[in-house]
Every structure is written in structure tokens, then in C-alpha cells.
Nanobody
Framework: EVQLVESGGGLVQPAGSLRLSCAAS????????MSWVRQAPGKGLEWVSS????????TYVDSVKGRFTISRDNAKNTLYLQMNGLKPEDTAVYYC??????????WGQGTQVTVSS
């Protein structure tokens, strides 16, 4: 059974930092690109960042470039998102996911990030 379990969210002040983790199991983690997606209150899903299966290539939405860093540890089957310089507009539920097949995407349960003073 595929499981993606996010952790590391919380309440942080503007300009603060958080590190999200996504523990993966039930599939061959090192064969798949992984992504972070977020959903702000009252808004739709927004793709945030992706990383190639070997970690060599990463991409980001423009709004987080230079502030967020995606990484992975294939030995630990874990995906990370280091978030620095957080802004109130980064407040959202953050999900990790991967595309298993053309018709199947797996999602974690999400972790809440709230940026507020």
C-alpha cells in the first residue's frame, strides 16, 4: 500500500523557516519524481516544486524561487521542502505527491503551514 505522510508544518512568524518532510512507503521511491503542492484557504491547488527521481533536477513556482528548496533522501525514502523567508501568502496545506501512472496520482494527507505574526 502506497503511503505518503507529511510532517513539519506549524505556525511560524513572517520571515521564519520550516522544514517539511514526506515519508514514503509502498513503492520504489527512487524511481519517481516527487512534488509538493499546496492549497491556500479558499483557493485551488497550486504546484510548488518538483524533484527528479535522482534529485539532480528541481523546479519551482516563481513565487517561491530563492526561498524554498526541495530535496530528497532516497536511502530514507523521504522528500523534504525547506522553506525560508516565509510570507503570509505561503499559508496553506502542503501536500506531497507523485505520479504513478498516467491515470494515478498518490497524495499524502497534508500538513498545515500558517505564517502569521
Amino acid at each position: 500500500e502506497v503511503q505518503l505522510v507529511e510532517s513539519g508544518g506549524g505556525l511560524v512568524q513572517p520571515a521564519g523557516s520550516l522544514r517539511l518532510s514526506c515519508a514514503a512507503s509502498g513503492f520504489t521511491f527512487n524511481r519517481y519524481a516527487m512534488s509538493w503542492v499546496r492549497q491556500a484557504p479558499g483557493k485551488g491547488l497550486e504546484w510548488v516544486s518538483s524533484i527528479h527521481s535522482d534529485g539532480a533536477d528541481t523546479t519551482y513556482v516563481d513565487s517561491v524561487k530563492g526561498r524554498f528548496t526541495i530535496s530528497r533522501d532516497n536511502a530514507k525514502n523521504t522528500l523534504y521542502l525547506q522553506m525560508n523567508g516565509l510570507k503570509p501568502e505561503d499559508t496553506a496545506v502542503y501536500y506531497c505527491n507523485y505520479i504513478a501512472t498516467i491515470t494515478q496520482i498518490y497524495w499524502g494527507q497534508g500538513t498545515q503551514v500558517t505564517v502569521s505574526s
